[in-house]
């Protein structure tokens, strides 16, 4: 090791530090900030080293960065398994917000890992599925940020109750916003309905949630909004959030 990989080290370092020092201070001050207040801070805070995801279910998260932030990075990981209709979404949002969307793939096409690992493996091994088609593109592809943005919700499942507006992201080493932690499904229909916001319109078919075509089923009445995600595996998490 020379010299210069040791600052090198060292620096990267202490950028590690100061983000997380960063992330203390705003997680408590802005619990209660109005999403869009939160959104100001991060774009004010990490300029064009901020970027969103989304799976292209609705834009509400879109409709709310762009207000505040146009052109900003829209991460969609194009699993190779998507709904016609999600591609479709992502299309319509392209078009439609001044953003600009990025169409993250895995380094594998759905062919080459049929080939290499067995058809249907979300089937067999949906953990390893997802890794592979999900979670794998989209740490490469947040690799040039400092802080990402998350649609994720406290209400949605156990596993994201204590969700944090902002938070530390220790598996990628930067920070994670999460500016609608705190809504709930109540509040997302209503910004939707007064905002005109895009969904994907697999909503109007009992697809609440929706995910990678094959692992996601219609929802009957009075089930959990994520019952038709992985049903029958005990699975309720892609991996992205965990």
């Known amino acids: ?22 992330v203390e201070s705003a997680s408590e001050f802005l619990e209660d900030a109005p999403a869009r ?12 080293r901020l970027c969103l995801t989304s799976s292209m279910s609705d834009a509400l998260l879109i409709d709310l960065v762009s207000r505040v932030k146009p052109g900003v990075d829209v991460l969609f990981i194009d699993t190779g398994y998507h709904f016609a ?17 990025i169409n993250v793939t895995p380094s594998r096409t759905v062919a080459e890992q049929d080939r290499d690992l067995g058809p249907r493996l979300y089937g067999r091994n949906p953990d390893l599925c997802c890794f592979l088609r999900k979670v794998e593109p989209l740490n490469r592809a947040l690799e040039p940020y400092l802080a990402w943005v998350s649609g994720i919700r406290r209400d ?3 596993t994201r109750a204590n969700t944090r507006v902002v938070e530390w992201d220790a598996k990628r080493q930067m920070v994670k916003v999460n500016p609608i932690a705190r809504w709930t499904q109540e509040d997302v229909d209503n910004y939707i309905a007064d905002n005109g916001v895009l969904i994907n319109p697999l909503h109007y078919d009992n697809y609440p949630s929706i995910g990678c075509a094959p692992c996601t089923r219609q929802v009957a009445p009075g089930e959990d909004p994520r019952a038709g995600r992985w049903a029958g595996l005990g699975k309720i998490e892609c991996g ?3």
């Open 1 to 22: 090791m020379t010299l210069v990989d040791i600052e090198v080290g060292l620096e990267r370092q202490r950028g590690v530090l100061d983000l997380q020092s960063i």
């Open 37 to 48: 207040e939160i959104i100001r801070w991060a774009a004010a805070t990490f300029g064009d």
């Open 85 to 101: 209709e999600t591609i479709g979404t992502r299309d319509a949002v392209e078009a439609v917000y001044p953003v600009n969307v």
């Open 156 to 158: 949605e499942s156990p």
């Open 240 to 242: 992205i959030h965990l």
